[in-house]
């Protein structure tokens, strides 16, 4: 589902798996600097009812490229009333190029708890991207997601990550800062999930935190591995790990700061 440069999207939600049926998969690509508002989904829509059915049999896509998403919620699932179903049973990527968005979330939307696997393994690509409000890798309220993983390339800054108090991600968080070839610089206020299980920094890349005036980065952080030429750069809060710290690149701390870690240190 393309939409053309130039079109706004001006319905409280468009979903681009379509309402009351499923579909084999998803290709959703915004570009060109185009301006989409309020509610997008990856996913489609369902009412009320456990024989409702808007699955998504295969993968999700959704790509931003060139475009400006100021104003949008933008959804890698779909949006499921009451026990209507809407889950995506392939992978779901989600890729932001070169552009602004607002809200950003791995998976869809329930109005009700229902116990439903909203979602498997899912992909989020930021690359030269600024997100203004929030990421919730595991989707809005009422989601079940299996695991994300985060990948961050060059300049791109992440107000945070976060997740709904009735979201589930059951294996966690990883976050890829770099890929060891270009440089990137990775500004961001906060790292949060229910666990972050490893935040890697490659070489030729930066990862700093954006303080916000009363948040540290790093929040149920297990394990950092800090690769050689890579650099992780904390501002005023002393910060903690329950995990491992490994690596031989660049630390940064202000005088006075910690960084507190529960298990091993080893460089290299």
């Not at 104003?71 to 026990?83: F, H, K, Q």
Request: no cysteine.
């Amino acid at each position: 589902m393309d939409f053309p440069a130039g079109i706004t999207a001006r319905r409280s939600m468009a979903a681009a798996g379509g309402a009351n049926a499923d579909v084999g998969a998803v290709s959703l690509v915004l570009s060109d600097n185009q301006e989409i508002k309020n509610w997008t989904f990856g996913g489609g829509y369902a009412v009320d009812g456990s024989d409702a059915s808007a699955r998504v049999l295969g993968p999700v896509s959704i790509e931003v490229k060139n475009s400006s998403l100021a104003s949008a919620y933008l959804l890698g699932g779909g949006w499921g009333n009451g026990s209507g179903h809407t889950e995506v049973s392939g992978k779901t990527k989600i890729t932001v190029l070169d552009s602004t968005v607002l809200y950003l979330y791995g998976s869809g939307y329930y109005s009700a708890s229902n116990g439903y696997q909203s979602a498997g393994s899912i992909e989020i690509h930021l690359d030269n991207a600024v997100v203004t409000g929030q990421l919730f890798p595991s989707g809005h309220s009422n989601a079940k997601a299996k695991e994300a993983v985060l990948y961050i390339t060059g300049n791109t800054t992440l107000t945070k990550t976060g997740k709904s108090s009735t979201s589930i991600l059951t294996d966690g968080l990883t976050v890829h800062v770099g890929d060891g070839h270009g440089e990137t610089h990775a500004k961001i206020g906060s790292l949060y999930e229910s666990v972050v299980n490893l935040v890697k920094v490659y070489d030729k890349s930066i990862l700093s935190h954006q303080f916000d005036g009363s948040n540290p980065l790093l929040f149920n952080v297990r394990d950092i591995q800090l690769d050689k030429g890579g650099t992780l750069e904390f501002s005023e809060k002393d910060e903690s790990i329950f995990g491992k710290f490994m690596g031989g690149g660049i630390l940064q701390l202000n005088a006075g700061q910690q960084l507190s870690v529960g298990d091993t240190v080893s460089g290299g």
